[in-house]
Structure formats: structure tokens, C-alpha cells
């Protein structure tokens, strides 16, 4: 395991004594590049050719150019059996999705409309002033995790189910009982591959970075390593990179755009709304090919999923780390 500070290079230079010929290949490492969403509505707009119209057509379209996507809308609501088949049928051998946890999962509040309607019959569940589920009982959360799981069985047994993206909300703060739902949580996802990510700086900050890794690693999840805004907010996490499990390196890009960070805006999208130029895409090839080294698959996902940012960065990303020829 790795964890220390970003160093960035500099744009034009390999790190100290090496360069990328000295690196196995990218693609012998096993890195994969994609974006945290293939259907967003600006990214509809901008991305895709006109003739490309179709849901079915945009996640063929998508999967020729790259090898791995992040599912976005799982956050909001819990998928299906039937629309996890026609991910795995709408894409070639070896592809990987990538699923973020439904809301409760990660203890975001959510409304009743969210659950689907057999477990908002069969389970009690209380609302507060605004109409969101407060409290869930054991029962609920429980069903909700296995819900999730059942409704992606199609992606794991056509071998495209990748990690469970754990994202936890800015609220979440490191404490002993935070710690006991993450080891709740990851337990009921087993033995899926989970990846963790942190909204809220006190996981890194000082002693309590130790006890966050150590944590993960003894669950056997993957750190999210991310690249946020260079502003001081307990929201904005480090450039931290870490690798705690040997099977998987994780890390997200959500653009630097300060001005939106904590912002409330019309869309998500919006918030992360961000093109990366190529020289603060060029300090992460040193840190991506050190994670590489460690974990059997390293994931890199684009979250600035405004008009083309992402997939465009994605593919300069690509050429960096050599895995193309031309971005």
C-alpha cells in the first residue's frame, strides 16, 4: 500500500530518473479509462453524433472508445434486473461497469418515491417534515443492499460487473460509528469489489488518514484517490494516493471548478462543470502508473461530465498513459 501526498511533475518532465519507456505498457497494467456517466443530458447533447440517438446506440457508441463507464443513476434510484441485461447485451466482451450505491446505501437521504413499490408496501419506513426516510430500520436498509445486488446479477454473470462505488456525503465525518457502517456496509456487499470514496477531509487529515486506510484494508476496498478544486474546505479532499487492496486502484477526476464546488446548481453536471487542461492531466500519469504498479486493475473515471469534458479528457488521459495512439 501507497499513501502520501500528490507530487506533481512537471508537465514536460517523467519523474526524477525515468520516464514511461521505463513502465511495463499501460495496457499490461491493466488500466482502464472511462467516464462517471454515458447518458447525461449535456453530454447527450455534445458528444454523440447526431445519427446516435437511441439509449441503445449511445452505450454501443460509448463502448467503442473506451473499456469501463461509471453508472451514475443508480445513486438516485435502485436499477433493475432488466435494464442491467441490456447494459451486458449493449456491450462487447470485457467491459466493465462501474455501480454507484443507491443513496441510502451511503446514508443520503431519500424519498419514498425512490424505493420501488414492493419494498415501500412490505417494509415501515418514517418520514420527516420533508417527506424524506429518516431512520431506516435495519430491515429496510438490509433489503435495500439486496435489492441492489440482485438487480446487477446480470452484470456479474456476464463478467461486467465491476467495483460498488461507495460514495459517502460531505456530512459523513470520521468517527467510531461512521467507521462501524462502512464495515456494515461493505460486508453486505460481498464478495463484490468495493471502492470507497470520502467527501469530507477529516478521513485524511493527520492521524485519522492512517486509521482510514487501515480500515480499508482490512476490508479488502479500494481508497477512491480523487482531484478536486485547490481550495481549503473541509469538502475538498487532498490529492491523495493511496492503493489498499491489491486488486483494485481507484480514481476519480471531478474537475477544479471552485466557483461550483459548493455551489448549489441546477444540475450535477453543472457543479463539475470543468475541461482539464492537458498539463494538470500530465501531473496524474506519474501517480496513475505507481497505483498501477500495485493493483492488478487500475480504474481512472472522469466525473466532469459536462458537454464532451469528460470523454475528451478521458481520451487525452488515454494518450498520456500511452494506451492510444492519437487523443
Not at 99 to 126: C, G, I, N, S, W
Not at 190 to 206: D, I, L
Request: glycine letters at 4%; charged letters at 25%; one cysteine or more.
Amino acid at each position: 500500500m501507497i499513501h502520501n501526498d500528490f507530487e506533481p511533475q512537471q508537465p514536460d518532465s517523467p519523474p526524477p530518473g525515468t520516464s514511461l519507456r521505463d513502465y511495463p505498457t499501460a495496457t499490461q497494467r491493466r488500466i482502464r479509462v472511462g467516464t462517471c456517466s454515458w447518458t447525461d443530458r449535456t453530454m447527450v447533447a455534445a458528444w454523440y453524433p447526431r445519427d446516435v440517438r437511441s439509449a441503445a446506440d449511445r452505450l454501443r457508441y460509448y463502448a467503442t472508445w473506451f473499456d469501463t463507464v461509471e453508472v451514475d443513476s443508480t445513486f438516485y434510484g435502485l436499477p433493475s434486473r432488466r435494464t442491467a441485461h441490456l447494459w451486458a447485451e449493449r456491450t462487447p466482451p470485457g467491459f466493465l461497469f462501474h455501480v454507484k450505491a443507491f443513496a441510502m446505501m451511503t446514508r443520503h437521504p431519500v424519498r419514498p418515491e425512490q424505493l420501488p413499490r414492493q419494498l415501500r408496501e412490505a417494509l415501515p419506513y418514517e418520514e420527516d417534515s420533508s417527506g424524506r426516510i429518516i431512520h431506516p430500520t435495519h430491515e429496510l436498509r438490509k433489503a435495500v443492499f439486496d435489492w441492489f445486488l440482485e438487480a446487477l446479477s446480470p452484470l456479474g454473470q456476464a463478467g461486467k460487473l465491476g467495483a460498488v462505488l461507495l460514495q459517502f456525503p460531505p456530512y459523513m465525518t470520521a468517527s467510531p460509528r461512521a467507521r462501524d457502517y462502512i464495515r456494515y456496509a461493505v460486508q453486505l456487499l460481498k464478495p463484490h469489489p468495493v471502492a470507497v470514496e470520502f467527501r469530507h477531509a477529516s478521513w485524511v487529515t493527520g492521524d485519522e488518514f492512517s486509521q482510514t486506510t487501515q480500515l480499508l484494508e482490512e476490508l479488502g476496498a479500494a481508497y477512491v484517490c480523487v482531484d478536486e478544486p485547490r481550495i481549503a474546505s473541509p469538502t475538498v479532499l487532498p490529492p491523495i494516493v493511496a492503493c489498499t487492496t491489491p486488486s483494485l486502484a481507484y480514481v476519480r477526476f471531478h474537475g477544479r471548478n471552485s466557483a461550483t464546488w459548493n455551489a448549489k446548481t441546477r444540475s450535477a453536471a453543472e457543479r463539475f462543470r470543468y475541461r482539464y487542461k492537458d498539463a494538470e492531466l500530465r501531473e496524474w500519469v506519474d501517480p496513475i502508473m505507481r497505483l498501477a504498479g500495485l493493483a492488478e486493475t487500475t480504474h481512472v473515471l472522469f466525473n466532469n461530465c459536462y458537454g464532451d469534458y469528460a470523454p475528451k479528457n478521458a481520451r487525452q488521459m488515454m494518450f498520456l498513459l500511452d494506451l492510444m495512439h492519437e487523443p
